[in-house]
C-alpha cells in the first residue's frame, strides 16, 4: 500500500531523514516507535504530502504521491491527531462529520450526522454527545471523538500520532483495543506512531524504530522482544544506558 524509498529531508543543516526505506502492506498496522526528535512525525508528514522530501520516492498503490491530485489523494486518509485537534466551535457531530460536510466526500447534512452519531457509537459514545461542544468532554471522550472522525469516511488509510498522548494507563488501554478492533473490522492499512510501548503491543502487526534518521530495525511486533537490535532493546527497555543517548 505505502512504498517509501530512499527518503531524505533536512531542514538547513538538520538531517532529520537520512535515507528512509519502508514497505507498509496492504490491510496492516505498522507501528513507528523511536525517541523525540528522530523525524517520525516528518516522516508521516512527509507521507501526507503536507513536506516535501528534498529526494527518495513515496507511493500510495503505485502512485508517487508527489504526483497525486490531492483531494482525491486525501480523500483516501484518515488521521487521528496527538492533541485531539477538534474544533471548539463545532458540536461533536461537525467535528465528526468534517470531511462529509466539505469537498469531494460532501454529503447532505442530515446523511452526514447520521454517520457521526453512528461513529460515535462505534467508539463507545452514546448520541446525546453529538450536540455537546468540545470543552464539554473528558480527555479519554475528546480522544474518541477524534477516533471517531479519523474512520468517519472510511478511509483506506488511518494514520495515530501518538494515540494514547496525556490519558491515563486505563483510557490508554481502551484507546488501544478499540483502534485494533476498528482497524481490524474496516481492514484498513495503518501506520502509527508513538512512545507508548503497551499501544505498540496492542496496535501493532509490525514494528519499525526509526533512528538518526533511518530505520534502524523493522520486523513483527512479536519477534521484537526478542531482537538483538542493541538500540532497540534499549528503547523498549527503556535504560538510561546503551547506544542511544538521553538528552540531558
Given amino acids: 500500500m505505502i512504498d517509501i524509498s530512499a527518503l531524505h529531508k533536512s531542514f538547513v543543516s538538520n538531517a532529520v531523514l537520512r535515507g528512509v526505506d519502508l514497505t507498509i502492506n496492504s490491510g496492516t498496522s505498522t507501528v513507528i516507535i523511536g525517541g523525540s526528535g528522530t523525524g517520525k512525525s516528518v516522516l508521516l508528514k512527509c507521507v501526507l504530502g503536507l513536506v516535501k522530501p528534498d529526494s527518495g520516492t513515496i507511493t ?17 486518509f484518515g488521521m487521528l491527531f496527538q492533541g485531539g485537534a477538534l474544533f471548539d466551535s463545532m458540536p461533536v457531530w461537525q467535528n465528526v462529520a468534517f470531511r462529509l460536510l466539505r469537498g469531494s466526500l460532501k454529503r447532505p447534512a442530515s446523511e452526514a450526522k447520521d454517520i457521526a452519531i453512528e461513529k460515535l457509537r462505534r467508539v463507545g459514545l452514546t448520541p446525546d454527545v453529538a450536540e455537546k461542544f468540545p470543552a464539554e468532554l473528558s480527555g479519554g471522550m475528546q480522544k474518541r471523538v477524534g477516533l471517531a472522525r479519523a474512520i468517519a469516511a472510511e478511509p483506506q488509510v ?14 490508554s488501554g481502551v484507546i488501544n483495543d478499540l483502534i485494533r478492533e476498528i482497524v481490524t473490522e474496516m481492514g484498513a492499512t495503518t501506520m502509527t506512531i508513538t512512545h507508548d510501548m503497551s499501544s505498540v503491543r ?3 502487526d509490525r514494528v519499525a524504530m526509526l533512528h538518526a534518521g533511518k530505520i534502524r530495525w523493522e520486523g513483527p511486533v512479536s519477534e521484537m522482544d526478542s531482537a538483538d537490535d542493541p538500540y532497540l532493546r534499549q528503547f523498549i527497555s527503556g535504560s538510561a544506558e546503551g547506544p542511544i543517548e538521553a538528552v540531558r
Avoid at 158 to 171: A, N, Q, V, Y
Fill in 60 to 76: 500510495l498503490d503505485g502512485e508517487d504521491v508527489a504526483r497525486a491530485e490531492r483531494d482525491a489523494f486525501l480523500a483516501k
Fill in 158 to 171: 488511518i494514520f495515530f500520532d501518538e494515540p494514547t498522548t496525556g490519558l491515563d494507563p486505563i483510557m
Fill in 202 to 204: 496492542t496496535i501493532a
